[in-house]
């Protein structure tokens, strides 16, 4: 019974100590690389702005991209729209098995007011 209980504990802190040096954070936010993904979002951040004609046709610049895996995951992207307003998107994809698409959860946009105002609080 000792035995398997101290297979056990090693097993699990091995896999704790693998996340813990690897500097990925288990639910924690992680930069996200997949462009694929980040075209994805920029699309469903158009569809968001649409309603704004103003705002619709102005080029959108990525500041931040990042993931979340959740039972799914979640996508945060931070992105400046014609220089005017910045904006921040949360996304949920569930998970494959699902069938179901990707939705948006939570968007929002502020003037900018200073160059200081785009680099700060990006999250």
Same mark, same amino acid.
């Given at each position: 019974?000792?035995?398997?209980?101290?297979?056990?504990?090693?097993?699990?802190?091995?896999?704790?100590?693998?996340?813990?040096?690897?500097?990925?954070? %288990? +639910?924690?936010? $992680? =930069?996200?690389?997949?462009?694929?993904? !980040?075209?994805?979002?920029?699309?469903?951040?158009?569809? &968001?702005?649409?309603?704004?004609?103003?705002?619709?046709?102005?080029?959108?610049?990525?500041?931040?991209?990042?993931?979340?895996?959740?039972?799914?995951?979640?996508?945060?992207?931070?992105?400046? %729209? +014609?220089?005017? $307003? =910045?904006?921040?998107?949360?996304?949920? !994809?569930?998970?494959?098995?699902?069938?179901?698409?990707? &939705?948006?959860?939570?968007?929002?946009?502020?003037?900018?007011?200073?160059?200081?105002?785009?680099?700060?609080?990006?999250?």
């Amino acid at each position: 019974m000792f035995v398997r209980w101290l297979i056990l504990t090693i097993t699990i802190d091995t896999i704790y100590f693998q996340c813990a040096y690897s500097g990925q954070l %288990v +639910g924690g936010l $992680q =930069k996200s690389y997949n462009n694929e993904l !980040k075209t994805e979002l920029v699309n469903l951040a158009r569809q &968001q702005l649409s309603s704004n004609t103003h705002l619709a046709s102005k080029p959108i610049r990525v500041l931040e991209f990042y993931s979340q895996i959740v039972a799914g995951t979640n996508y945060w992207l931070i992105f400046i %729209v +014609g220089e005017e $307003q =910045k904006c921040k998107l949360i996304a949920y !994809k569930p998970l494959p098995y699902t069938h179901k698409p990707i &939705q948006v959860t939570f968007f929002k946009c502020d003037n900018i007011t200073s160059i200081n105002q785009v680099t700060k609080n990006n999250h």
